[in-house]
């Protein structure tokens, strides 16, 4: 049962939701959910990072079979996943780096390197890198697979700039929010759509967690107070909200067209 | 006269050619750290009373707020952020075993306390 479930979809529908500023508002805040989510339960919560580690894993493999079950795209369990696929991916970047010792020059480069070649054999294999046409379960592994990896690489290269070469969070938001509106501008002269979908999702990681740690931060250190739970809690309700709304708008029930 | 001095200053801030502040003073480029260094100083006095039950309840504070601080405070500088925070990593790994082992709590915080004050790792 579980096998016959997780076959490709017969049908042509695609799997994930069309690129829109409500896709990006929500996939932005998701990120600042990964970068305060799990370590709030590690700290506050007194998990430990081992536990909340293996934990949030479980819960991202039991998304991840939901949505692939799922023959076509639901935004509750579509987002669910990208949610925690956040959680992970930054978990993965932060186990390299607090526990073995990781430089974040390195995990860059190893990432970059990761993602290259998903999408070199996701290309090479589909022909195709559309996000458009997901609607095989090949795709949507390669799809996940990328997504995972651009948010390991989004919090490595945000940390290394932010942190370690000491950007700040103020400067942080200011610095990815001009590199972004560089990428669209690249786009509106005919970047690659892909290269610019791609460039953007990698983008939107080290600026959703600036913005979260500038909303979060203490006043006394440049934010705006909110605190971490505060801006988690409220962002994890906008998202809940925005896709309660997908999920009545939604128009991926359209069918892709060949 | 006073806008030279202003201009030196303006400039100074601008470009830090000179290393800042002299080694005596030992100013933390992390800033005030005081918050952190009254609730290590709690620790070590548990600790040094022998209440390491205590030491352990009150060391989650640090670890908290730390914790909390890392986006603003890192990147004034990594390198000393780093040094303080391995010396976190090792007094929560003392003050957590099981079973406590005293000698090692109080050295680690001791050790602690220096790296706040900025005393180990003056280069």
Sequence with gaps: ?258 | MKNIRLLVVIVLQIFPLLPRASAGEAASKLGDLSEFRTVVVDTQNFALKGDLAKAKIRVKDLETSWDEAEPALKPRSAKEWHAVDKAIDRALEALRANPQNAELCKKSLAELLSAIDHKEHLN
């Design chain 1, 1 to 258: 049962m579980e096998h016959s479930s997780v076959q490709p979809a017969p049908s042509k529908l695609n799997k994930v939701p069309e690129i829109t500023l409500v896709f990006w508002l929500v996939k932005i805040m998701s990120t600042t959910i990964g970068e305060t989510g799990a370590d709030y339960l590690a700290v506050n919560v007194g998990w430990g990072t081992a536990i909340t580690d293996v934990v949030m894993s479980i819960f991202l493999v039991g998304a991840l079979m939901l949505q692939l079950r799922n023959r076509r795209y639901v935004p509750a369990a579509y987002w669910l996943t990208v949610v925690l696929v956040s959680i992970v991916g930054t978990q993965i970047t932060d186990l390299l780096t607090d526990n073995l010792g990781v430089s974040l020059y390195t995990s860059t480069l190893v990432f970059s390197g990761i993602l290259a070649s998903i999408f070199f054999f996701w290309n090479r294999s589909e022909g195709t890198l559309s996000v458009h046409t997901i609607f095989t379960l090949r795709r949507e592994l390669f799809y996940w697979g990328a997504i995972l990896c651009t948010f390991a690489l989004g919090t490595a290269a945000g940390d290394l700039a932010t942190e370690e070469l000491g950007l700040g969070f103020r400067v942080g938001v200011v610095v990815f929010l001009a590199l972004i509106a560089g990428v669209g501008l690249a786009y509106r002269f005919k970047l690659n759509a892909v290269l610019a979908f791609w460039m953007t999702y990698i983008l939107t990681r080290p600026l959703g967690a600036s913005l979260g740690d500038y909303l979060a931060q203490a006043r006394k250190y440049g934010g705006l107070g909110w605190g971490t739970v505060n801006t988690s809690l409220g962002f994890l309700s906008v998202i809940v909200l925005a896709v309660t709304y997908l999920g009545f708008t939604q128009k991926s029930l359209e069918e892709v067209k060949k």
